[in-house]
């Protein structure tokens, strides 16, 4: 028996995250006049190499070109192309569009590939009950309607056209608060909410945000930090409200979503992208400090691709080190730290536990998935 998913692509989705952009939402031609490469149909390929074995009895439903064709026709997928190609960029309505038409039909599941803002244009149009998955390409994914990675995407719906014991839920569409933001915080309003499939652990939970009220934790932290500046050696902050309020008791103005470089104690460059951030740390002593997403426990891959393998490579996993309160780690309700590069070789080069800086010379050991 035949079995018919639909696909959606949001070709621009994640432009923005290696340019330091934070998103792509109404950013697209910006990134790409800023050297952005798309990534979501690579991501795309990744989830449906997982249903190749299934090849002979699935058939897609989608939209012209790197909205979906293009992926299911190099893969070798049957698949039916629902409207008529258009020229220029695609766009909300776009999906939307792609939606309401695909939703027409009968589907197994509709997987859709973008970030916040493509679950937002999703959830808009999308029937009570039509059954959805989203494999994460955007930059800041907040929402618990994705699979933790693109392969756990293509697992879950491999699972559910098996015949697998897999549950229907619902899931919060989330986007960033960007008045909060404003405000100097990191937040995300409730959007609406998306059926869909879950089992084990492969749908993300919705992101904790907020800014940690751990103040007497991450002066610790700043403490230890202060005593060990390295002389010459460049320490790369990443994203997030630890490391920026960490940056802050350091007397240090960095961005709160952004990648930030730091000398001597003092900030070098501020807000880089991916092209500035390499050649700063190509051929030159370097620290990496990540933290964890609270709630989900990804460490690369969320909201800071600006620190690309190559940028990994050149400063070493021997340096990188996971900064993160107990009570954020908490969050995380045992479930593992996460890496999802989008390089199988660099993710697969990770020990199976990572080292986490969480007070004052105190280092946690805590397990690491590679997804």
Not at 57 to 66: E, R, W
Not at 101 to 112: D, T, W
């Amino acid at each position: 028996m035949t079995s018919t998913l639909g696909l959606i692509i949001n070709p621009l989705a994640g432009l923005g995250g290696s340019v330091a952009l934070k998103g792509s939402d109404g950013m697209a031609e910006q990134a790409q006049a800023l050297g952005a490469t798309p990534r979501a149909q690579a991501r795309t390929h990744q989830a449906l190499e997982v249903l190749l074995p299934l090849r002979d009895v699935l058939h897609f439903l989608t939209y012209p070109g790197a909205m979906g064709e293009g992926v299911l026709k190099d893969l070798g997928f049957s698949y039916e192309v629902i409207s008529s190609p258009h020229p220029g960029p695609t766009t909300a309505a776009d999906t939307c569009a792609a939606v309401q038409a695909l939703q027409a039909r009968p589907l197994a599941l509709l997987l859709f590939a973008g970030g916040d803002g493509t679950a937002r244009d999703v959830c808009s149009v999308a029937k009570a009950g039509l059954p959805v998955l989203g494999v994460p390409a955007g930059v800041k994914i907040q929402s618990g309607v994705y699979a933790v990675s693109p392969r756990a995407a293509g697992e879950l719906a491999l699972r559910l056209l098996q015949g697998g014991l897999v549950r229907l839920t619902t899931g919060e569409v989330r986007d960033i608060d960007e008045e909060a933001l404003r405000a100097g915080k990191v937040g995300s309003r409730y959007f609406g909410e998306l059926c869909v499939p879950v089992e084990g652990g492969f749908l993300q939970q919705v992101k904790q945000g907020g800014v940690e009220s751990e103040e007497l934790v991450l002066q610790d932290l700043a403490d230890w930090l202060n005593e060990d500046w390295e002389p010459g050696v460049r320490y790369v902050f990443g994203p997030g409200s630890t490391l920026h309020q960490l940056a802050e008791i350091l007397g240090q103005e960095t961005t709160l979503l952004g990648v930030d470089v730091l000398q001597d104690g003092q900030v070098i460059a501020r807000d880089v992208t991916e092209a500035q951030l390499f050649e700063l740390v190509d051929q030159h002593p370097a620290k990496l400090l990540v933290t964890a997403i609270g709630g989900q426990g990804h460490v690369l891959g969320r909201g800071n691709q600006q620190v690309s393998p190559r940028v990994v490579r050149a400063i070493g996993l021997e340096h990188l080190r996971v900064v993160a309160t107990k009570r954020k780690l908490a969050t995380l309700n045992g479930a593992p730290l996460r890496v999802d590069s989008g390089d199988v070789t660099l993710d697969n080069a990770f020990a199976p536990v990572l080292k986490v800086w969480a007070g004052y010379r105190e280092e946690l050991l805590y397990p690491l998935e590679v997804l």
